[in-house]
């Protein structure tokens, strides 16, 4: 006996949503513009406070370039609940039953529990930053930006702290970005790295010219430092972020070391992971194995078209993607998501950050030789007002010439430049090929030879003399 | 007995540029690149005062937002000949004789000619603006804006004029941007225009939104307008621009109503012209038919890659890309050049316009059945600051749903978005392929669902539906 039987055989089915934000919503929504109400229902159960809302907004909120919250929601929960889907806030998920069809859900302040049973379940339990197991890492004024419970929670530390000083753990997108909201709100900003150069998602010589940027902003670098204790005072409050050779004076500590998929439920429940913890489904984003379990957004790993191996890429782009494939898929319609290039924008004031597909490191990984070149090129023709230099390294395979890669470090008009590398990699191009690819060209924004065709004329060049 | 041999034995070849702009410099430079002067003596002529300048920044010089006419000026004719290519300037050639390998040349300033023999030669004629059949075109006042000659004996008029009216004729790309140069030199301008809506590379709807621009701008825009005559003074200098319906005063007449490539020299030598009037070469750019004659840029046509047929299309990226292919083929290398897909970017004021591949009616005459759709949104978050709108309109092939076109009217961030259209179509990418590209995303960059991707999406549900 199904599920939807069992609950009055009127053969209306019921689809419930573990995570409110954008992978869930947008597949709750997405069904529900293919199914109405009548055939199917919606429950969405979300942990916080909010529904479909930007969490790559929140460095931007932080800094003030964003005043109202509430303009990083796309979607209240009422607006939801007008379109027909329940949604049940400060409610966790606390087991999966597959076997049942059924989750346990617990009301976040009461601590009731009970069970719901499903037809259809979509996991969207997105990801948390990672904690690192030492000593203080919980402490009062230690801060991760995933959520906009967690951006609401370090803007009221902010108004309280009374202090001037924040270290900020970890180089990536959110740590540069949180440095930079964090410099703006008028606070002296340390930046800790692991690493030897900060954005560790660009090759270090790349990186190289992120930390000039920053240090230019008057952000404090310090490199090759692994944080291994949070030092607190008598209240309980975070006093400095101390390494192995220092210690660094904190009022609040921002956590930007990456986050992990939030994958212990289905986990718990038999669900298939990944290496790096993600689950795994097929093209249509069902869970592998599973008939009727769907999962998007930061929980999933996702397969990279250039290496060929699965990935964690946790972005709001590939979360509403997801969300948009599961829906239809879940709504009785067909959709893929057939994977990612690697694609990554960011912005540290007017410093624009891009890169998509291998790194030197990824290729080395994935078992390709490569031939890698940097070029300096201007975002406008060289005459036109405005003009700023921008550099860009390309990868491409050994022999064959097929784009690998490509990172971009400029200013104004340079970042979506990798729009048109992502699209290459997408369709296989070698760097030959590109050099011949008709892009929008005048003056006001490009110079005759777009950069990136420049580093694919360099790097096809290069291809041939190997 | 080959000409080289004539010319002495020593093996040495001579190759013959007409043309001292983009293409035929480019050619010159490229072949130097790979065989030094021992090898191959390079000569070109050109008719004018400059060699390898930027057409295209006309108007910015004009407008004043370049101050210098050598800031247009890639390469000198002092550079080139550094690098042992001959320039003569101010030297027309006036027939090609392709059976003897010669050219005959004259000096504009003497009158002087005489015959040059070469191995090899390479045609960049580039293109004349039209003027029309009709009195007064050729008086004083009246410009085109093609060469840096062009532009200097322009600003002359302005300097002179001793009158703050302006006509343009035509609306095109170079109208529209000479509009807004006028305007920031003073003048009050007036554009006549004989289509419906101004910038005819795009369909009429987002025409429309160009012109909304451009009356904001404080530019008159008369439309559907034939202009009759241009009326003259007894002096000889330009007063009015003349319709059927109306005269337009003016101190000044600017002419934009395109070009045509300069091919009689080439016509009259018995080479191959396509139905626009342009040279026809083979992938290679070598004239078809021909063993050692080349051509490129303006005065060739070239294969649309989405229509399947040829075009011309006057615009510098090519030119560069033309002699960059022929130059490295001259050389004893191998490259091509595949065709285009008719990307183009411009810029007026803050307004940016886009266009790739084909336009409505571009579709039907290629016999291709389409569903067009037009979006509204943002090029960053919504909630960033700075967002602004942009329409883009996108076209895809009935049924099998191949990208065909996309046109894009926005402000700052819209124009080079069009780069990721010219690559999918380039790589024969359907609509569905495009709603899964991996763009760039951050909020200073796009809204979660880039607007190309939002286009997508639903012309992808348009083809799908019908």
């Avoid at 909010?50 to 907004?57: D, K």
């Avoid at 499903?118 to 919980?138: E, H, Q, S």
């Avoid at 998501?337 to 912005?347: D, E, I, N, Y």
């Avoid at 470090?409 to 030959?432: H, P, Q, S, W, Y």
Wanted: one cysteine or more; aromatic letters at 4%.
């Amino acid at each position: 006996m199904s599920e939807s039987a069992r609950r009055g055989g009127q053969g209306r089915e019921r689809l419930v949503v573990i995570g409110g934000d954008a992978a869930g919503m947008s597949a709750a929504s997405q069904a529900r513009r293919l199914k109405g109400p009548e055939e199917l229902e919606i429950v969405a159960f979300e942990r916080g406070h909010f529904t479909s809302y930007s969490a790559c907004g929140i460095p931007y909120w932080v800094g003030g370039d964003v005043h109202d919250r509430d303009d990083l929601v796309a979607r209240t929960p009422e607006e939801h609940r007008a379109r027909g889907i329940q949604v049940r806030l400060r409610t966790e998920v606390t087991e999966i039953d597959p076997a049942r069809q059924a989750v346990r859900a617990r009301d976040v302040d009461s601590g009731a529990e009970s069970w719901t049973p499903y037809d259809k379940l979509v996991i969207a339990t997105g990801a948390r930053p990672v904690r690192p197991d030492m000593p203080g890492a919980d402490a009062e004024g230690v801060h991760g930006v995933q959520t906009l419970d967690d951006g609401q929670e370090l803007l009221g530390t902010l108004t309280r702290a009374g202090g001037t000083r924040a270290v900020v753990v970890g180089a990536g997108y959110i740590g540069v970005e949180m440095a930079e909201a964090l410099i703006k709100r008028g606070f002296r900003v340390t930046v800790v790295n692991r690493g030897s150069e900060p954005m560790s998602t660009l090759d270090p010589d790349m990186g190289r010219l992120v930390r000039e940027a920053m240090e230019a902003l008057g952000v404090t670098m310090v490199d090759d430092a692994e944080v291994t204790e949070v030092a607190t005072g008598a209240d309980g409050r975070v006093r400095a972020v101390v390494t192995e050779d220092a210690a660094y004076p904190a009022d609040v500590v921002v956590l930007g070391i990456g986050v992990r998929p939030e994958t212990a439920l289905a986990g718990a429940a038999g669900l298939p992971l990944g290496v790096h913890g993600g689950l795994l489904t097929d093209r249509a984003m069902r869970v592998r194995g599973q008939e009727n379990v769907w999962a998007g957004g930061d929980c999933v790993e996702v397969l990279d078209l250039v290496s060929g191996q699965e990935r964690h890429i946790p972005l709001g782009t590939h979360a509403n993607k997801h969300g948009q494939v599961i829906g239809t898929n879940v709504g009785g319609g067909y959709a893929t998501f057939p994977g990612v290039v690697g694609t990554a924008v960011s912005k540290v004031c007017d410093l624009e950050i891009a890169r998509t597909g291998l790194r030197e490191k990824d290729a080395r990984r994935a078992g390709l030789r490569y031939e890698t070149v940097v070029v300096e090129s201007t975002s406008r023709a060289g005459y036109y007002p405005g003009a700023s230099p921008m550099t860009v390294k390309m990868l491409a395979e050994h022999r064959t010439g097929r784009l690998l890669g490509v990172q971009i470090v400029g200013r104004e008009g340079a970042g979506k430049r990798v729009d048109i590398a992502a699209v290459a990699l997408t369709a296989g191009m070698t760097v030959e090929q590109m050099t011949a690819l008709d892009l929008g060209y005048a003056p006001p924004f490009s110079p005759v030879w777009d950069p990136v065709l420049v580093a694919a004329r360099k790097a096809a060049a290069k291809v041939r003399a190997s």
